[in-house]
């Protein structure tokens, strides 16, 4: 329990450095604000690399959680829940501070591009299970290739996203929601009829 503890702080206080310091990371600061040994830090992850990785991991945990299979999303429709999704993956990323750095100079770092290629590998597989339940519901089309959409449309919410965080004015939350679902909602040609027809359910 008191080495997980000690993981827990080391991984907080590693975010908080990288905040303060825009992405730099000293381990020396890192023990410092966790009020432990700096060797104790190395033990736990090793690296710095390893350090930085773990507190990548903890932010798409939450992303997950907030967004993903952890999410309590409405779902009286196919799609009320994923615009409620694409909200949700929305306001996490703009309220948490750590977001513009995962996304912007530190998704350069080979540490921080394996954790974030295993997360988009969930994503994209899950994804395309969805789009092909909702294919198999009539939601939308049988002719769209659930597993190129879902690449496209990930892709697509990433750039927008990367542009809204690191560019100098950003967009007001909720119109960038209206306009990344129009987006959604176009490629996957969804009908309001068919949606309304069926009754969908989070796995």
């Known amino acids: 329990m008191a080495s997980t503890g000690t993981r827990k702080k080391l991984v907080g206080a590693a975010e908080a450095e990288m905040i303060r310091g825009q992405g730099h990371l000293e381990m020396q600061a890192v023990a410092k604000r966790a009020r432990v040994s700096v060797g104790l830090a190395y033990h736990h992850f090793g690296s710095k690399a390893g350090l930085i990785a773990a ?70 597989a899950a994804g395309a299970l969805m789009l092909q339940a909702a294919q198999r519901d009539g939601i939308i089309p049988g002719d769209i290739d659930p597993h ?4 496209l449309m990930i892709g697509g919410i990433r750039q ?37 027809d069926v009754s969908t359910r989070i796995a």
Do not use: N
Not at 57 to 68: H, I, Q
Not at 83 to 94: E, G, K, S
Not at 148 to 151: D, K
């Open 55 to 124: 507190v990548v991991e903890e932010f798409y945990s939450r992303l997950d959680a907030a967004a993903f299979s952890g999410a309590k999303l409405p779902c009286d429709t196919w799609s009320e829940r994923e615009r409620a999704r694409i909200a949700a993956y929305v306001a996490f990323h703009y309220d948490h501070p750590f977001a513009p750095l995962v996304i912007g100079p530190l998704s350069r770092a080979p540490e921080v591009l394996d954790v974030e290629t295993a997360f988009t590998s969930r994503q994209l």
């Open 148 to 151: 190129l959409t879902i690449a």
């Open 160 to 196: 927008a996203l990367i542009g809204a965080l690191t560019g100098e004015c950003r967009p007001d939350r909720g119109k960038l929601t209206d306009d990344i679902w129009a987006f959604m909602a176009a490629a996957l040609r969804l009908t309001a009829r068919a949606d309304d």
